[in-house]
């Protein structure tokens, strides 16, 4: 069982940054995807951004790229996402997610993920 918990969400205004973080605890695997996805009320949730450790290859949306980058800290058991550059459209809940196979991370699809956190809200006002 994998527990994440993300932090780092924030109200800012068009053209800010914000960071957002994911620790995990309870992976005993040394090769594994994580990845961050959002959810906006009334949409699916879609995929941001997704690592897969081990590998180190990352996958982002087109929506996001040469805006956010996806870092982890595996000393610390945590997982980054540096928003730059936001717009009003990546207003959502941000999830952390964390899947056992690789194609989890190549996909971005959220049903590829076995567990989640409990998402911490990003507000962007224009």
């Known amino acids: 069982q994998v527990q994440l918990v993300e932090s780092g969400g924030g109200s800012v205004q068009a053209g800010g940054s914000l960071r957002l973080s994911c620790t995990a605890s309870?992976?005993?695997?040394?090769?594994?995807?994580m990845g961050w996805f959002r959810q906006a009320p009334g949409k699916e949730r879609e995929g941001v951004a997704t690592i897969y450790i081990g590998g180190a290859w990352t996958v982002y949306a087109d929506s996001v790229k040469g805006r956010f980058t996806i870092s982890p800290d595996n000393a610390k058991n945590t997982l980054y996402l540096q928003m730059n550059s936001l717009k009003p459209e990546d207003a959502a809940m941000y999830y952390c997610g964390w899947s056992r196979r690789s194609l989890g991370c190549a996909s971005l699809k959220a049903a590829e993920f076995s567990f989640w956190g409990q998402g911490t809200q990003v507000t962007v006002s224009s």
């Open positions: 309870g992976n005993t695997y040394s090769s594994y995807c």
